[in-house]
């Protein structure tokens, strides 16, 4: 007598060849070794020039020296470019997964807009000058919206395309708000300038203190989601099918995506392309399961940006171009190049 398999059994991807899992595996353990490589570029390289024993003592030696104070203050830098980049790319892949499409990105759900709304209004109207104050603001307007996101889309009846045309609109009428009142206020012009375009260079240690538990519990909740989100990307009726709880996993990736970006956001300001550029390339080598696609964009999201971000110390030493403005100048064409090739697929 035969015994059918449980439904949850039924859900699991098909397990990949056991070459291809060790070529994966492989994979991650080369990703990490670019990372740290990135990681220690991203100490001692910058637009203020330190030699490598200057570097050393920075990192190993307490000697109260020029070299010490500027590797403390680029250790603040990395370890920051290290959360924020892994949490950008887990939400790009969990949004891109959500709305079934590769080239969505955590601004398309107008949680990038929410934050910077929220840093405006604090500025203008209620006149908080610290990075310590624009996160928690930043944090709560991207949190706003990603619960106003979610509750225009049909909430419980919500959909990839409902939640994505929410976004749009809310996006929109929010960067026209962001437009209006830094043109009418030349003092939260000067103090946004920075903040909009995307920076680490203001890293600290109280503001990675203040949204670890954020990115910690983001990246929990992400992952956990990957088995989830394969049986949803079959189609709304095969994942039923299989077990799945779509209205639940569509809260709480909305969950996951919202604290991840928002938290990110509100540290570095918004940065754009590396929600997007990572887990679309990541999926053309891994396939698209999302246990692979998740902890990949997890560790190459912070190359990218570690790298952009040394990129912008080098070319404009002694002065340095904000990471936003990097990400930017290299997300538009590979971004074009994704689309055609896209198009070219369909076609």
């Not at 992400?222 to 088995?227: G, I, N």
């Not at 990572?278 to 990949?296: A, E, N, Q």
């Not at 997890?298 to 070319?315: N, T």
């Amino acid at each position: 007598m035969l015994v059918e398999s449980p439904p949850e059994q039924r859900a699991e991807t098909a397990p990949a060849p056991p070459t291809r899992r060790v070529v994966r595996a492989s994979g991650l353990v080369l990703a990490v070794a670019i990372l740290v490589l990135v990681a220690l570029a991203s100490i001692a390289i910058g637009a203020k020039e330190l030699s490598l024993g200057q570097v050393w003592q920075g990192l190993f030696e307490d000697s109260g020296t020029y070299g010490d104070v500027v590797v403390a203050e680029r250790m603040s830098r990395t370890v920051l470019g290290l959360l924020a980049g892994a949490a950008l790319g887990l939400a790009g892949a969990v949004l891109q997964a959500l709305t079934r499409n590769p080239l969505a990105d955590p601004g398309l759900l107008g949680i990038n807009a929410g934050a910077s709304a929220a840093v405006v209004t604090a500025i203008t109207f209620l006149g908080v000058t610290s990075l310590s104050g624009y996160v928690w603001f930043a944090f709560f307007g991207a949190a706003a919206v990603g619960a106003l996101v979610w509750f225009l889309g049909g909430s419980r009846g919500a959909t990839p395309v409902r939640l994505a045309l929410a976004g749009t609109a809310i996006s929109a009428a929010l960067y026209g708000y962001l437009q209006a009142v830094m043109i009418m206020d030349d003092a939260a012009l000067g103090k946004m300038r920075f903040w909009t375009v995307g920076s680490l260079s203001a890293a600290t240690d109280s503001t990675i203190e203040q949204v670890l538990p954020f990115l910690l519990a983001g990246t929990v909740l992400a992952l956990a989601l990957a088995r989830p989100l394969n049986a949803m990307a079959m189609g709304d009726d095969t994942a039923k099918a299989l077990g799945a709880n779509l209205n639940r996993t569509r809260a709480l990736s909305m969950l996951a995506a919202t604290v991840l970006c928002g938290a990110a956001t509100a540290a570095c300001g918004p940065i754009v392309f590396v929600g997007l550029m990572v887990p679309h390339v990541v999926r053309s080598f891994t396939g698209p399961d999302l246990r692979w696609i998740l902890p990949y964009a997890a560790i190459l999201s912070p190359v990218l940006l570690l790298g952009a971000d040394v990129i912008g110390r080098i070319v404009a030493r002694p002065a340095e171009l904000q990471v936003g403005i990097v990400t930017a100048i290299l997300g538009g064409p590979v971004f074009i190049y994704l689309v055609r090739r896209r198009r070219t697929a369909q076609l």
